[in-house]
């Protein structure tokens, strides 16, 4: 029962690079959406879809990448990466109507990224 | 617009001790409110949600929390905390988003340290 899959769980990057950090799902979930921690500031949405081939923009979209071509997978892309994307990062999902609508979400263990 | 404070950064307390973590949030329309706990290095756990209907609303691991909307506050409660209890606590609300979605708002969370 793996519930939501994040990889990987660590990773380093220089400033300018790129990379997919990846989200699955095996609870037929149609939402899924990535937030960001950072000390003192909880969870902010960066993106969210509400199922296959639609997604949006959540507050902290700005250097974040999405797409969504099957239910199960998530993936985030960092398009340049910058030391201030350093933070943890968080895919959950949930029911229709998601998190907000009622419906529990359920999270992956998270991705720690440093950007150097 | 909707916001979350969550009024202490950390708390501690004795193990068997009353324990209460406060959550103001900020409204101009119904809500729907959320505590979610984070172990150390895992993801988020919903521990109970308030959409309607009665204000005192039970949840997970013995935990409790009232809504109240006069005071708009959903402060959480537990009559005695263990040492499994150590953890960070979110409070969250709901927000509608452009396009009918909903996301949720996070606290910027609070602390919970239970010593021996």
């Known amino acids: 029962n793996a519930g939501v899959t994040q990889t990987p769980k660590f990773q380093v990057l220089k400033t300018g690079q790129s990379m997919t950090l990846q989200c699955a799902q095996d609870m037929n979930h149609e939402y899924m959406s990535w937030y960001r921690q950072d000390p003192g500031m909880g969870l902010r949405l960066i993106h969210y879809s509400v199922g296959a081939g639609i997604t949006d923009q959540g507050e902290v979209p700005n250097g974040y990448n999405v797409s969504r071509s099957t239910t199960e997978d998530f993936p985030l892309r960092l398009l340049s990466a910058a030391p201030s994307q350093t933070s943890v990062y968080f895919c959950a999902s949930s029911l229709p109507g998601g998190p907000a609508g009622g419906s529990e979400a359920f999270f992956g263990q998270g991705t720690r990224l440093t950007v150097v | 617009a909707q916001s979350v404070t969550q009024l202490d950064s950390q708390v501690p307390v004795f193990e068997e001790a009353p324990v209460e973590l406060r959550c103001n949030y900020s409204s101009s329309v119904s809500v729907y409110l959320f505590w979610y706990v984070q172990y150390p290095n895992q993801g988020l756990q919903l521990l109970l949600k308030y959409l309607s209907g009665s204000t005192l609303v039970k949840g997970i691991n013995g935990f409790e929390a009232e809504f109240n909307k006069s005071q708009t506050s959903f402060h959480l409660r537990k009559p005695s905390v263990h040492i499994s209890d150590t953890a960070e606590y979110f409070c969250?609300?709901?927000?509608?988003?452009?396009?009918?979605?909903?996301?949720?708002?996070f606290g910027a969370g609070t602390r919970l340290a239970v010593h021996p």
């Open positions: 969250a609300v709901s927000a509608r988003l452009s396009g009918g979605y909903n996301k949720l708002i």
